[in-house]
């Protein structure tokens, strides 16, 4: 959602999983590895520049990335939150370059929707689509 000079993004989930009745949803620091949680959120990435893009008609009318928010699904002693959504980060900075560095907040969620790993929503700040 467009509003004023910002573009909202609601949060976005990796993997999507399909479940069976009784079946366990994976966690990061269970099943999930820290590794594997940052490659969803570089995925998840990728995604949200798609959204941007799509919202915007170019990545040319990003001029800051001000908020993210990245959520993990993990398990109750997992610490390395933050290590996860770097995944999703460190590719804001590099397409971006000093426009993609953002404030950020990573938490651990008990669940997510869909049997997500991690889910990450984002505020962007945007240009004039005449300047």
């Known amino acids: 959602m467009v509003r004023g000079?910002?573009?909202?993004l609601s949060g976005k989930g990796a993997p999507r999983r399909q479940l069976q009745p009784g079946q366990t949803v994976p966690k990061v620091g269970r099943e999930v590895t820290t590794e594997e949680a940052a490659a969803h959120a570089r995925e998840i990435g990728i995604?949200?520049?798609a959204l941007m893009k799509d919202a915007l008609g170019s990545l040319d009318r990003v001029e800051q990335v001000v908020k993210v928010l990245g959520m993990v699904n993990a398990v109750d002693d997992f610490t390395e939150h933050t290590e996860v959504i770097?995944?999703?980060s460190d590719?804001?900075?590099e397409?971006?370059?000093a426009r993609g560095r953002?404030?950020?907040s990573a938490v651990g969620i008990k669940s997510l929707p869909k049997g997500f790993a991690v889910e990450i929503e984002a505020m962007?700040?945007?240009?004039?689509?005449a300047q």
């Open 5 to 8: 000079n910002y573009l909202y």
């Open 95 to 97: 397409v971006f370059g």
């Open 91 to 93: 590719l804001l900075v």
């Open 102 to 104: 953002h404030t950020r």
């Open 86 to 88: 770097n995944g999703c």
């Open 47 to 49: 995604y949200l520049l």
């Open 124 to 129: 962007v700040e945007i240009r004039d689509a």
